[in-house]
C-alpha cells in the first residue's frame, strides 16, 4: 500500500485497514485459507444471537430509514418469511431519474479519490457490516429460507469474504501501473528524449447490481465492492423477496460514506413492488456501464442482448454433474454427496443435479456395485442425514418460492421418472409454518430421449436425478456436452484410476468448468472458499464472469495517460 493518501478524513481509515487489505492481497495470491471474519457465531459475542434478533425485529412492521435518500414519498414492500413471521417492512420508492440523477451528482469525489483510499472506505464497510452478520443472518434467513446457521456463515462472513476478495483485487488491478514514469530514450550522438508520463485510473460510469433471492449478499457483494473499489456509484436494485439484506448494506455502506466526507448517495436502493420492472428500465439507460446479475437464464440472456452500453457480468442457470467411476470411501462418497444434495433444499447454483452413474456398476472398498444398489445406498444415505425432522430442518432450510415447491411436487408424483426416493414435509420444531422438503432423487436413462429432455435441463431445488449410462466414458463425454450446451457452476467425479481421473480434467478443461474430485470429508461440491476457490469461471454458458479474478473487476476502470516532455 504505497499510494499516498490525500484524503484527511480517510487517512485514519487506511491506518486501520491497511494489515487486513495487505493480508487480503497475499492470500489471493498464495490461495490458502484466510479470513479476517470469523465464520462461528460465538465468535460475535455471548449475546451477538439475542442483540441480532432484537435488532431484526425492531425493522419489522414500518418502514426502513434510509437518511437523506431519494424519494417520491412512496413505500414499498411485499417480502414474506418462507419461515411464516410476518415481516412487513416497506422501502423508500424513487422514480429511476432521480436515482441516476443522485448517483451522477455524487460521483466526482468518490472518482477523485485514490484506490488506496476507496479501499479503505470499502473495508470499513465491510467491517461494520461483519459488526451486523446476526442482524443480517436474521434478515437472510427470512427472505431467502435458508437455515439460520447457513444464513449466517453463507450470508454473513463468506460473503464478506467474497466482498474483501473483490477490493483486494480491485486494489491490485488498479495499483498495477505506476501513477507516474520517466522514460528516457537515446538518440546516440543527440540529446536523448525525455517525458514524464502519469497513469490515472478513471472509472467508467454508473453500476447497477441485480441481486437474487437466494443468496443476496454472498452473489451481491462481489459486484457491489469491485464496482465501488474502482470508484463507480452502485444502485442496488434488490429481489422484491429479498430486500432487507441489501437494504441493511446499503444504510451501511452509505453511513460510512457520509463520515468519510463523500456523498451518501454513492449508494442507492432501487426497491420495487414484485412484478416491476425497473432492473429491465434501468439496465438500458445510457448512464449504467457495469451489471451484475444473478438469476434466470432467460433475463441474463436479455440483459447480455439488450444492455449494450454497459459491461455485463452475469450467473445464470447450469446443469452441474457428477460422474461416479469408482472410490475407495464409499461411505464417505455417499455421505457428502447425500449432504451436497440435501443442503439448502437444493436452491443453490452450486448444487449437483445429475449423479452420473454407469449402467453396469462401480468399484469400491466395498465391493462392486450395481447402479441400482449406488442408487439406493445414496437414497438411504439422504434419508439417514435427514431422518430427524429438528437435523433436516437446520440442513434443508425452506423453500424459497412456489416454482421450487411446484417442481418438488412434480417429482412426488412420478413427472420426472422413476423415484428412487419420494420427498417428504418436514415440520420445523421452531417455525411450524415452514414449507420444508426433503429431496427427491429420480432414476433416468441417459439412452432415453424423454429422460435426456429431463435432465439436461436444470430442475432448481430439491431433486436430483441419478442417471444410467453406459460407461465411465459415456458419462464424462455426457457431462462435457452437458457443460458446454447448458452450462454449470461445478462438475465432481469419483475415480481410483488415474486415467479416468485425467479424462475427467480433460473434460473439465474442454467445457470450461471448475471441477471436484474424490470429496468424502468436509467439504462439499456447492462450497467455495474465498481467496482460494473460483466461483464459476466465465467458460461456460452459466456464468459470464468468475469470483473472484483479475477480470471481474479491471474492465471497471480505465487508465488514461497524461505525457509531456520533462
Known sequence: MSAAVTHPLVSELVERHQATLDAALAAAAKRDYWSPYPEFPKAYGENGPADGKAAFDALLGKPFALAGHPTDGDQVGGEASPYGVELGITYP???????????????????????????????????????????????????????????????????????????????????????????????????????????????RGLALLIGC????????YPGLFAS??????????????????????VRIAREVLAEAG??????????????????????????????????STTFGDWLEENAKQAQVYTEKAGVNAVVIDSTDDYKGMLSNLAFAL???SGQMCTTPQNVLIPRGGISTDQGDKTYDQVVADLAGAIEGLLSDDARAAAILGAVVNPGVLQRSAAAAGGEYGELALAPRAVTSPDFPGATVRTPALVKLNADKPDDRSVFRSECFGPVSFAVAVESTAAGIELLRTTVREKGAMTASGYTTSPEVEALLVEAALDSGVSLSLNLTGGV????????????GTGANPAANSAYCDGAFVANRFRTVEIRRHS
Not at 463507480?232 to 439484506?245: C, E, G, T
Not at 412484478?275 to 449504467?288: N, W
Request: glycine share 6%; hydrophobic share 45%; with cysteine.
Open 524 to 535: 462439499y461440491p456447492n462450497q467455495t472458499a474465498a481467496f482460494s476457490d473460483l466461483h
Open 342 to 344: 440435501s443442503l439448502y
Open 228 to 249: 465501488l473499489a474502482t470508484g463507480n456509484p452502485v444502485l442496488v436494485k434488490p429481489h422484491p423477496r429479498a430486500v432487507l439484506p441489501l437494504a441493511l448494506t
Open 93 to 203: 420508492h424513487a422514480d429511476p431519474d432521480a436515482l441516476i440523477a443522485a448517483l451522477t451528482a455524487a460521483r466526482p469525489g468518490w472518482a477523485a479519490a485514490s484506490p488506496l483510499e476507496r479501499a479503505a472506505v470499502c473495508l470499513e464497510v465491510l467491517h461494520r457490516i461483519n459488526a451486523a452478520s446476526h442482524e443480517l443472518a436474521q434478515a437472510v434467513m427470512h427472505t431467502t429460507g435458508q437455515a439460520y446457521g447457513m444464513a449466517f456463515q453463507a450470508g454473513g462472513p463468506h460473503a464478506q469474504d467474497r466482498g474483501l476478495e473483490a477490493v483486494a483485487y480491485a486494489y491490485a488491478e488498479q495499483t498495477r501501473l505506476p501513477e507516474r514514469a520517466g522514460w528516457t530514450k537515446p538518440q546516440g550522438k543527440r540529446e536523448p528524449l525525455v517525458m514524464t508520463k502519469e497513469f490515472t485510473v478513471v472509472p
Open 213 to 220: 433471492n437466494t443468496f443476496p449478499t454472498w452473489n451481491g
Open 262 to 295: 463523500y456523498d451518501a448517495n454513492l449508494v442507492c436502493l432501487a426497491a420495487e413492488h414484485e412484478g416491476g420492472t425497473v432492473a429491465a428500465t434501468l439496465a438500458v439507460r445510457p448512464e449504467i456501464k457495469m451489471i451484475d446479475y444473478t438469476g
